[in-house]
């Protein structure tokens, strides 16, 4: 797209791409899969989406808009449901009034997991928590002129992830107990950025997507994964849902695939695993 009168924010005749929530995993994964875009990576301190962009914001004329801030405390979530939607809803909607081309990002968590077979774009979303309800407004929020980008199990060399828990209780303890009945797909954020940026130069249609990492597992058999591939001599114990007693009910089965034609393919989850701990120096 070209702009005769640059604004402010565009340094030079690039694309011109926003990221809000920069300093999350995604977030920061996007600005690697997109360096050689001209970036403006704003954190919750630099922009909180909760309130509209300001006017430097809403003339910044963006090429592209990367929507990675949320609340992503779903247990949090039910205990105060409005402010997750405050930030979840009002906060894509503040980026969708940016009006340009949109990637949103929403959640496995947006169905009931009844299924037990991969879900696909088409399939009716049942969110069972406060957080999958946000984040299902959230997808209409952005509109129907935005990627929306379903994925799940995010984990990354920085933030709050189960993979950073789990290297930091496998140092420390000889047993773990993870829960073993709920089956999904973890997902290494720097393969979804790199799908993320296929999907958005390819130009494909606007919609919803699901991307995931390839394969699929529970959580006890993602932390013996990692404990495995990082070398620590941690045991783990198969626990249910129920014995963890966490607040926000989850889906048993949320394994994503995409149906589209197109739609870009993640390496299977244990190459995201090796890939994150990789970078991690390990
Ligand atoms: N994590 C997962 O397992 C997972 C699974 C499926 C989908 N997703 C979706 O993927 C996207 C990225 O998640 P993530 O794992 O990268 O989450 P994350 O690491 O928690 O990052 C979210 C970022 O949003 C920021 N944020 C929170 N409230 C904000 C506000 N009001 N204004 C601006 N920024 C705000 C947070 O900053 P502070 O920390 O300073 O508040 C944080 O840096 C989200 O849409 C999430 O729902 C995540």
């Known amino acids: 797209m070209e702009h005769d009168h640059p604004h402010p924010l ?26 050689g875009d001209e970036l403006v990576a704003l954190g919750h301190e630099e922009w909180d989406v909760t309130y509209p962009p300001s006017d430097t914001l ?66 009716p ?13 959230a997808e209409a929020a952005a509109g129907e002129d935005a990627w929306v980008v379903r994925t799940s199990w ?42 993320v940026r296929e999907l958005v130069d390819a130009a494909r249609p606007r919609g919803v997507w699901h991307l995931a990492a390839g394969g699929d597992c529970t959580w006890a058999d993602f932390a013996e994964a990692i404990f ?18 966490r607040p926000a009910p989850r889906p048993a089965y949320s394994v994503l695939r995409s149906e589209r034609a197109g739609a870009p393919v993640l390496p299977h989850w244990r190459e995201g695993l090796r890939a994150c701990l990789a970078e991690l120096g390990r």
Not at 28 to 34: C, D, H, V, Y
Not at 86 to 102: D, E, M, R, S
Not at 178 to 194: E, K, Y
Request: net charge neutral; hydrophobic share 40%; with cysteine.
């Open 228 to 245: 495995a591939e990082a070398g620590l001599a941690c045991r783990v114990r198969r626990i249910s849902t129920r014995e963890l007693a």
């Open 125 to 137: 979303p049942n969110p069972l928590s406060a957080y999958g309800r946000s984040k299902l407004l």
């Open 154 to 195: 995010l984990f990354g060399p920085t933030g709050r992830n189960f993979l950073r828990t789990m290297l930091e209780l496998g140092a420390s303890r000889d047993e773990v107990a993870v829960v073993d009945d709920q089956r999904g797909c973890p997902t290494f954020v720097g393969h979804l950025a790199a799908a």
């Open 10 to 35: 565009r340094a030079g005749r690039g694309r011109l791409v926003l990221i809000t929530g920069a300093r999350g995993q995604l977030g920061r994964a996007l600005q690697e899969a997109f360096a």
């Open 58 to 123: 809403s003339q910044g004329a963006f090429d592209l808009v990367l929507h990675a801030a949320a609340w992503t405390d779903v247990d949090g979530a039910e205990s105060d449901p409005q402010r997750a939607s405050a930030v979840n809803v009002g906060g894509t909607a503040n980026a969708a009034a940016l009006g340009a081309p949109l990637v949103a990002f929403s959640t496995d968590y947006v169905f009931d997991g009844r299924k037990r077979e991969p879900y696909v774009e088409s399939d």
